[in-house]
Structures are given as C-alpha cells and as structure tokens.
C-alpha cells in the first residue's frame, strides 16, 4: 500500500543532542501526525498538524507541517533516555480524501546517557 | 478519560482457525479503525467503521471483516488464519466527524502468533 517515505531508518545519539527526522510523500497530505510507540505498546499521538507551514511544538518537541503538503519534520531538543522508542509520521491523503491513515517506515531512536 | 481498550492482549492460534479481536473506543468518540502492524510491512490500514457502517478500507484480502455496534465497540474477525497473518493488531478511535483529519489515538494492540 502507499507508504510515507520517513528518514532516517534509525539513530543512534548521545543524550542531550538534538534530533531531527523527516518524512516526505508524492501526494499532497491534509492532515501531519506524529507519533511514539515504544515496546509492547500502542503508537501515541506526540503532535497533530493541520495547516501548510504550521509549527507546533509539545515540550522538547517541534514539528512543522510542509508548505508544500508533501513533507513534514520533528524535531526533538536535548535527547534523554526515554525519548527511545520508534517515531511514526502519518497522514491523512488529501488527493483520495478517503479518511485513511497512512504511516511512515518509523524512525527507531536510541540515546545513550 | 479511558483510552482505548483492546482485548485480548495475546492470542495463539493455529492456520485455518478464526479469530476476533474486540476494541472499546475512548468514550464519545464514533470511529474506529484497524491496521496490521508487521517488521516488514509496517503499519497498514484495514478498515475504518463509523456508526455501525463501514466507511473506508484497506487492500486486504476477503478473510479480514469488522463490525461496529451501536456503542462503537468494534470487533475484527480474520477466517481461515495463514502464518503471514502473525502481527500486531491495533485499533485506533476518532471522533469521526468534522470532515477528514481527526487525529486516532491507539490501544494497545492485540499480538496475534498463528503457528
């Protein structure tokens, strides 16, 4: 089925650094939603985004919706231990406006302390 | 405010059984939706129901069916198990108006294993 193209597969960081991960699509995308899943659990949503250009951020976390529709990005600011766990973007596809969520590869994040 | 719920946690099964999966949706919310997560295929949409009706659906083939109740409990239903059938499977609610975008929030998942 379509897919997002989210990048990078996978870091690996010291904590406290900065993180940052995107995800880019050949279809223009409604609605950016950025979620969490760590082990044994469900994906959680960090942040929604609504609106070409949109910056929202949710503590250390920042994403911006892309004024293109095609991309967004997350941002996370001085990494800690539990920031590990897997990042899915996920969209919702303006051209088949069909309600259909459609999620990134995921980003698997590990900090180091 | 409770989450959503699904049940149960862990199922084994063996090729050519069925099984159903149940999701409880956070209160008030109308939609529910289902996706298969896999290591090699990762999250992949099945099918989204919204007052008792199926609303949109994914490529899966005929084996995989859901209903919807009048309380917005949803249920899954997967005949004729295969081994490609082993993965995780979530169950995510909105509240399924104001047109397209409404974030889902997920449960928990059901791992299912068919040996």
Known sequence: GQQLNQSPQSMFIQEGEDVSMNCTSSSIFNTWLWYKQDPGEGPVLLIALYKAGELTSNGRLTAQFGITRKDSFLNISASIPSDVGIYFCAG?????????????????????? | KAGVTQTPRYLIKTRGQQ?????????????????????????????????????????????????????????????????????????????????????????????????
């Open chain 1, 92 to 113: 919702f596809d303006g051209s088949s406006n069909t309600g259909k969520l459609i999620f990134g590869q995921g980003t698997t994040l590990q900090v180091k302390p």
């Open chain 2, 19 to 115: 099984v159903t999966l149940s999701c409880s949706p956070i209160s008030g919310h109308r939609s529910v939706s289902w996706y298969q997560q896999t290591p090699g295929q990762g999250l992949q949409f099945l099918f989204e129901y919204f007052s008792e009706t199926q609303r949109n659906k994914g490529n899966f083939p005929g084996r995989f069916s859901g209903r919807q109740f009048s309380n917005s409990r949803s249920e899954m239903n997967v005949s004729t198990l295969e081994l490609g059938d082993s993965a995780l499977y979530l169950c995510a609610s909105s509240l399924g108006t104001g047109g397209v975008g409404q974030p889902q929030h997920f449960g928990d998942g059901t791992r299912l294993s068919i040996l």
